[in-house]
Protein backbone atom coordinates (compact mmCIF):
# COMPACT_ATOMS: atom_id res chain seq x y z
CA UNK A 1 0.00 0.00 0.00
CA UNK A 2 1.36 3.50 -0.61
CA UNK A 3 1.11 6.20 1.02
CA UNK A 4 -0.49 7.86 -1.88
CA UNK A 5 -3.55 5.32 -1.73
CA UNK A 6 -3.66 5.01 2.09
CA UNK A 7 -4.12 8.78 2.20
CA UNK A 8 -7.03 8.99 -0.76
CA UNK A 9 -10.38 9.69 0.58
CA UNK A 10 -13.06 7.54 -0.61
CA UNK A 11 -16.66 8.68 -1.30
CA UNK A 12 -19.27 8.34 1.38
CA UNK A 13 -21.46 5.49 0.74
CA UNK A 14 -25.04 6.93 0.49
CA UNK A 15 -27.95 5.08 -0.81
CA UNK A 16 -29.73 7.30 -2.94
CA UNK A 17 -33.34 7.35 -4.66
CA UNK A 18 -32.71 5.71 -8.14
CA UNK A 19 -29.82 3.70 -7.22
CA UNK A 20 -29.85 -0.05 -8.99
CA UNK A 21 -29.73 -2.58 -5.94
CA UNK A 22 -29.90 -6.36 -5.01
CA UNK A 23 -31.67 -6.79 -1.78
CA UNK A 24 -31.69 -9.90 -0.19
CA UNK A 25 -33.95 -9.92 2.72
CA UNK A 26 -35.61 -13.43 4.88
CA UNK A 27 -38.03 -15.27 3.47
CA UNK A 28 -40.39 -18.16 3.80
CA UNK A 29 -38.85 -21.54 5.12
CA UNK A 30 -34.98 -20.05 6.17
CA UNK A 31 -34.89 -18.98 2.05
CA UNK A 32 -33.74 -15.56 1.11
CA UNK A 33 -35.84 -13.07 -1.22
CA UNK A 34 -33.44 -11.67 -3.63
CA UNK A 35 -35.30 -8.24 -5.11
CA UNK A 36 -33.71 -6.25 -7.99
CA UNK A 37 -34.61 -3.05 -9.05
CA UNK A 38 -34.40 0.43 -8.40
CA UNK A 39 -34.25 2.02 -5.09
CA UNK A 40 -37.87 3.87 -4.81
CA UNK A 41 -36.67 5.33 -0.98
CA UNK A 42 -37.78 5.00 2.98
CA UNK A 43 -41.31 4.07 3.87
CA UNK A 44 -42.81 4.04 6.94
CA UNK A 45 -45.55 1.79 7.80
CA UNK A 46 -47.21 1.82 11.51
CA UNK A 47 -44.10 2.97 12.59
CA UNK A 48 -41.87 0.67 10.85
CA UNK A 49 -39.40 1.63 8.10
CA UNK A 50 -39.23 0.13 5.02
CA UNK A 51 -37.54 0.00 1.75
CA UNK A 52 -39.13 0.22 -1.18
CA UNK A 53 -37.70 -1.44 -4.23
CA UNK A 54 -39.32 -0.97 -7.55
CA UNK A 55 -38.57 -4.02 -8.93
CA UNK A 56 -36.75 -5.02 -12.98
CA UNK A 57 -38.09 -8.41 -13.10
CA UNK A 58 -34.87 -10.08 -13.87
CA UNK A 59 -35.17 -12.57 -10.14
CA UNK A 60 -36.71 -15.85 -10.36
CA UNK A 61 -40.09 -15.50 -8.79
CA UNK A 62 -41.20 -17.32 -5.88
CA UNK A 63 -43.38 -20.77 -6.49
CA UNK A 64 -46.51 -18.77 -5.03
CA UNK A 65 -45.88 -15.27 -6.62
CA UNK A 66 -46.73 -14.42 -10.14
CA UNK A 67 -44.13 -14.40 -12.97
CA UNK A 68 -44.89 -10.94 -13.93
CA UNK A 69 -42.75 -8.82 -11.38
CA UNK A 70 -41.27 -5.70 -13.22
CA UNK A 71 -42.54 -2.77 -12.22
CA UNK A 72 -43.92 -3.86 -8.99
CA UNK A 73 -42.45 -1.96 -5.64
CA UNK A 74 -41.35 -4.48 -3.39
CA UNK A 75 -41.78 -3.43 0.46
CA UNK A 76 -38.93 -4.87 2.39
CA UNK A 77 -38.87 -4.26 6.28
CA UNK A 78 -35.89 -3.39 7.55
CA UNK A 79 -35.75 -5.80 10.19
CA UNK A 80 -35.42 -8.60 7.07
CA UNK A 81 -32.75 -7.33 5.73
CA UNK A 82 -29.89 -9.59 5.12
CA UNK A 83 -27.94 -7.58 2.66
CA UNK A 84 -27.87 -4.96 0.26
CA UNK A 85 -25.49 -5.00 -3.29
CA UNK A 86 -25.86 -1.32 -4.50
CA UNK A 87 -25.03 -2.39 -8.48
CA UNK A 88 -25.42 1.41 -10.04
CA UNK A 89 -25.64 4.31 -7.44
CA UNK A 90 -27.41 7.41 -8.69
CA UNK A 91 -26.14 10.36 -7.39
CA UNK A 92 -27.67 12.20 -4.70
CA UNK A 93 -29.63 15.23 -6.20
CA UNK A 94 -28.20 18.74 -4.87
CA UNK A 95 -30.82 21.39 -3.02
CA UNK A 96 -31.41 23.89 -5.04
CA UNK A 97 -31.31 27.05 -2.94
CA UNK A 98 -32.57 30.17 -4.73
CA UNK A 99 -30.63 33.64 -3.18
CA UNK A 100 -33.37 36.06 -2.09
CA UNK A 101 -34.39 38.90 -4.74
CA UNK A 102 -32.86 41.97 -3.64
CA UNK A 103 -35.09 45.27 -3.96
CA UNK A 104 -33.20 47.71 -6.26
CA UNK A 105 -31.61 51.08 -4.72
CA UNK A 106 -31.09 49.29 -1.10
CA UNK A 107 -27.81 48.35 0.35
CA UNK A 108 -25.90 49.39 -2.77
Sequence with gaps: MT?????????AITL??????RVRS???????IVSTGLFRGLVS???DNVLAI????TDPPLAEAPKEEKGRIRLVPISA??????????????????????S???FR
Design 26 to 32: AGPEDKA
Design 54 to 57: ELDG
Design 81 to 102: LLAIDIVEAAKAEEEKRSEPAQ
Design 104 to 106: PGY
Design 16 to 21: TPSSRV
Design 45 to 47: IGG
Design 3 to 11: AESAGAKRP
